[in-house]
T-cell receptor, first 119, second 113 residues
């Protein structure tokens, strides 16, 4: 079974600063995806970024980037130039590759990191 | 393109009752997954449907069931509600593989009294 661990329950930074959220996972799978989702106070779960395990290049989406270390099973999220709207709960999630037959597999989530951006 | 929609958004029930939650996926998405979110257990996978068939199931009792219709809309049902069923129920949809990224709806908040 896969497990995802987020060791930082809460973090707080000033607006415009850079912040890094940590995530480690445990799996024996070789083909999988990793995700970061954010859940603001509205409770809507929003996809931030996705990484395919077979890709060595780290994924980036505007101010969001990841540091994917497959051997270390580490997947951290860096938020640059943080904004007040980034205040949310951030979840790291693992999903093994299902393929055409098995299809979409379940997301395994970490416990989340509550990030607060202060003005 | 409209996102995943869930109805109702809020629900209050009493112990022993049953409840049905509805989820409409993003147009073109045929896979629908359901998750339960509670403060104590976090986010847990309930089940996944594709083409009206349940393909994957989490570790929940048989009181939790679901189905999917031919238009990909999905419902989940919880019978004989317990206080511990109070949670945010999230639905997510995805395209066929290999595009397996799941996109979430706003959730249904269920309170069992």
């Amino acid at each position: 079974a896969q497990t995802v661990t987020q060791s930082q329950p809460e973090m707080s930074v000033q607006e415009a600063e850079t912040v890094t959220l940590s995530c480690t996972y445990d799996t024996s799978e070789n083909n999988y995806y990793l995700f970061w989702y954010k859940q603001p106070p509205s409770r809507q779960m929003i996809l931030v970024i996705r990484q395919e395990a077979y890709k060595q290049q780290n994924a980036t989406e505007n101010r969001f980037s990841v540091n994917f270390q497959k051997a270390a099973k580490s997947f951290s999220l860096k938020i640059s130039d943080s904004q007040l709207g980034d205040t949310a709960m951030y979840f790291c999630a693992f999903m093994k590759h299902g393929g055409m037959i098995q299809g979409a597999q379940k997301l395994v989530f970490g416990q989340g990191t509550r990030l607060t951006i202060n003005p | 393109k409209a996102g995943v929609t869930q109805t109702p958004r809020y629900l209050i029930k009493t112990r022993g009752q049953q409840v049905t939650l509805s989820c409409s996926p993003i147009s073109g998405h045929r896979s629908v997954s359901w998750y339960q979110q509670t403060p104590g257990q976090g986010l847990q996978f309930l089940f996944e449907y594709f083409s009206e068939t349940q393909r994957n199931k989490g570790n929940f009792p048989g009181r939790f069931s679901g189905r999917q219709f031919s238009n990909s809309r999905s419902e989940m049902n919880v019978s004989t509600l317990e206080l511990g069923d109070s949670a945010l129920y999230l639905c997510a949809s995805s395209l066929d593989p290999p595009q397996e990224t799941q996109y979430f709806g706003p959730g249904t908040r269920l309170l069992v009294l």
